[in-house]
């Protein structure tokens, strides 16, 4: 079947996570994405590890190999008279361009925001950031970690008695790319009707306060700071070690306590006092030890199995070698077979939703670097040969 943006054109210009990963989500529907890179060395995210075979090769960063999928890659340098000539020349072909400059860290004039939207009205200008084109924080730079903090996710987090606690892999930026991705869509979407472009202004940390649906405004009607989450001792709701790692027991539903007494298999939880809600807070401690003594004797998949047989809901903390060998995403089809001239074939996460009218697949590894200059600069652009040797030797491409 067709992408369902066949026919779009999105540059993708920046790097690292957050505009890359916008630009895989629009790839991934079917938009012709052409990845461009600074000459010589490239998107720094080929720099971050791990790498394949701990080799730092620019082509085996795992998380560039990822981020990159279905995407076609060139170099440009967009500071130089030539490279800015050929970008204007890229920006006439394209409905979109995703980018992560700081707003004022641009390389090049050509790609201020405003003389973007002036010059080429019909341009989606998708502009990711820590905090926005605007406010006293624009040109703050952030980390990850820096991104969940000012976001207020951070700080509700964790158990009430202890710091914090900091979410994982660079998350905030991803988050921001998705959210880039479906306002993107949006904005192609209105342009169909109005013929006009527009700017997308992405905020990563604005991206992640929107999800903490209850704090603001149980801050602005209650004026009080919703904390984190309360330390009930009672191991419900909460990581519990089992045999062969943590999993996640749990009271909800509406089976009756003998239940859950009955499927962890420890006598003493059938003691009268733990069949209520409040007793179980108040005598929280015995049952935690009781449920360490029963939960060692379960494996995770084991116990995942048997409580959802018996309707309780259940979890388990699944690392990466029990995704990969997930039967659930297996039979989902979750994951696809990415064959890549440097690093060779690897299974790769697929697509979240799935849609009727589209089949999701990779239609092309992540780019070697500079992998399309010919066929973009020469075939698409009208560059000879020799002007292409030229353009290399100068450094513009």
């Known amino acids: 079947m067709p992408g369902l943006l066949d026919g779009i054109r999105v540059l993708e210009l920046g790097g690292h996570v957050s505009a890359p990963f916008c630009a895989k989500q629009l790839a991934d529907y079917g938009a012709d994405v052409i990845k461009v890179e600074p000459p010589g060395w490239g998107d720094e995210a080929r720099r971050m590890g791990p790498f394949v075979g701990d080799d730092r090769h620019p082509d085996k960063s795992i998380p560039f190999l990822y981020l990159n999928t279905n995407k076609r890659g060139v170099t440009l340098d967009p ?43 019909n341009l989606i200008i998708t502009s990711i950031t820590p905090f926005g084109q605007t406010g006293p924080y624009r040109n703050h730079a952030a980390t990850d970690i820096v991104a969940v903090a000012m976001s207020g996710l951070m700080y509700h987090s964790g158990d009430s008695d ?49 999800h903490l649906v209850q704090a603001v405004p149980y801050y602005s009607y209650m004026g009080a ?113 990415v064959e890549h001239p440097v690093v060779g074939e ?29 066929e973009i600069f020469g075939d698409e652009l009208g560059r000879t040969d020799g002007e292409l040797s030229q353009l290399r030797a100068l450094g513009v491409i």
């Open 79 to 121: 500071a130089t008279v030539s490279g800015a000539r050929i970008l204007s020349e890229l920006l006439d072909t394209a409905d979109v361009l995703v980018e992560n400059y700081p707003p004022e860290g641009r390389p090049t004039p050509e790609l201020e925001v405003a003389r973007l939207a002036r010059e080429h009205p």
């Open 162 to 210: 202890q710091e914090p606690l900091r979410n994982a892999l660079n998350q905030s930026f991803y988050v921001a790319g998705i959210n880039g991705a479906v306002a993107t869509t949006a904005a192609l979407f209105q342009r169909m009707y109005t013929g006009m472009g527009q700017t997308v202004d992405v905020s990563a940390v604005e991206c992640l306060a929107s």
């Open 225 to 337: 700071i919703k904390g984190r989450r309360p330390v009930r001792g009672s191991g419900f709701e909460e990581l519990m070690p089992a045999r062969d790692g943590y999993v996640i027991p749990s009271v909800q539903g509406s089976q009756p306590w003998s239940t859950v007494a009955d499927l962890i298999g420890v006598p003493e939880l059938h003691d009268e006092r733990f069949a209520s809600g409040s007793g179980r807070i108040e005598f929280g401690e015995e049952i935690y030890e009781l449920l360490i003594q029963g939960l060692a004797e379960w494996d995770r998949k084991t116990l995942h199995q048997a409580s959802g047989e018996r309707r309780l809901v259940f979890g388990m903390a699944q690392d990466a070698g029990d995704l990969y060998q997930c039967p659930h995403l297996s039979e989902r089809e979750f994951y696809r077979t």
């Open 346 to 374: 690897a299974q790769y996460p697929g697509m979240g939703p799935k849609l009727s009218g589209m089949e999701y697949e990779v239609r092309r590894p992540a780019p070697l670097l500079g992998q399309h200059n010919h």
